[in-house]
């Protein structure tokens, strides 16, 4: 296969490019650098070069709460423009399968029950991070209309629930919660710090999937694509309290010293468990459990602390 990944440099993109299921695949990665994918006419120029036979996008301005919460304007700009740019100029190019990624944040806050596909748009969005949110919802469903309007075109969009692993983001700045505990502990524990604090109250949920599974999904999906549903969640099938992250990445990272609630904090969505019924009749299932997963992704974070 001739893929066109977007987002290489990135956690997921270089997740998927380390995979051993690349073997024998022909993938085009630019970086941003090389080409921006808010200039389309170069992006249209590249694919009609290329040719690819796949383009999977993972590309985008991605962050945490906090960086939500800092630049709704450019969650919702850059993900709308980088989203529409890639589907449009691989449609344009005559490319007939897009893989594209959303993320559970699509979804409507308030649900307690497990999140499925069709409840897209079915209610209110969560503040902190309803940019970024509109800009996926748009993307998944500019994939759809695509898709129902010329059957030679297949557009779909896997659901991720949150993500984290080897090539993460570490920066309390920008990061997503796993690593934004491995940072703060890893960091007490090496200056005898006795007291870590937790935003909000810890009860919040959250389901973190490990990105070498979400790889291996993607994988998957591009073997067996016409199989794979046009919106289909990806994820752990449970989910935790931000309690327990912190007590569970403390184990693995060996650190004694106690936990304080910054309330000031903010907290998101309370739970956002996405629904795995059609991942799993599918036939996909994520394989790292979260000790697992923390165990791994402290050992790249180590790794990088060398560098
Ligand atoms: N991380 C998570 O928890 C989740 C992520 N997702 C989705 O997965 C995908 C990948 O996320 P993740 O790997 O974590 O994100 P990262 O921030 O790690 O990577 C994003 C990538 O997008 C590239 N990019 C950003 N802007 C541009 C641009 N203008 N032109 C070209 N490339 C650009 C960056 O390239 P460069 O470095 O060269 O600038 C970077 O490689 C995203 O679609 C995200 O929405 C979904 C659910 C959860
Ligand atoms: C992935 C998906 O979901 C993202 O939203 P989010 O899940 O709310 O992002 P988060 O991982 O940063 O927070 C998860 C929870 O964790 C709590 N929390 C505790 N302590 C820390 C902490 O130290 N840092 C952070 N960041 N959160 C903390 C925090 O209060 C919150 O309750 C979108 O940004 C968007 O990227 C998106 O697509």
Known sequence: MRIFLTGGAGMVGRNFLESPLNEGHEIFAPSSAELDLRDYDALHQYLQKTCPDYVVHCAGKVGGINANIREPVGFLVENLDIGRNVIMASKNAGVKRLLNLGSSCMYPRNYSSPLREEMILSGELEPTNEGYALAKIVAARLCDYISREDEAFQYKTLVPCNIYGRHDKFDPK?????????????????????????????????EFLYAGDLSDCMWRALVDFEHMPQVMNVGLGMDYSVNE?????????????????????????????????????????????????????YDFYLEKEKL
């Open 245 to 297: 992250y912190y007590e569970k990445v403390a184990e693995v990272i060996g650190y004694t010293g106690h936990f304080t609630h910054d309330l000031s904090k903010p907290v998101g969505m309370k739970q956002k468990l996405v629904d795995v019924t059609k991942s799993s009749t599918w036939g996909w299932q994520a394989a790292t459990s979260l000790q697992e997963g923390i165990a791994l992704t």
């Open 174 to 206: 920008n990061s997503h919660m796993v690593p934004a505990i491995i940072h703060k502990l890893h960091l007490a524990k090496q200056n005898n710090i006795s007291e870590v604090d937790i935003w909000g109250d810890g009860h919040a949920r959250r």
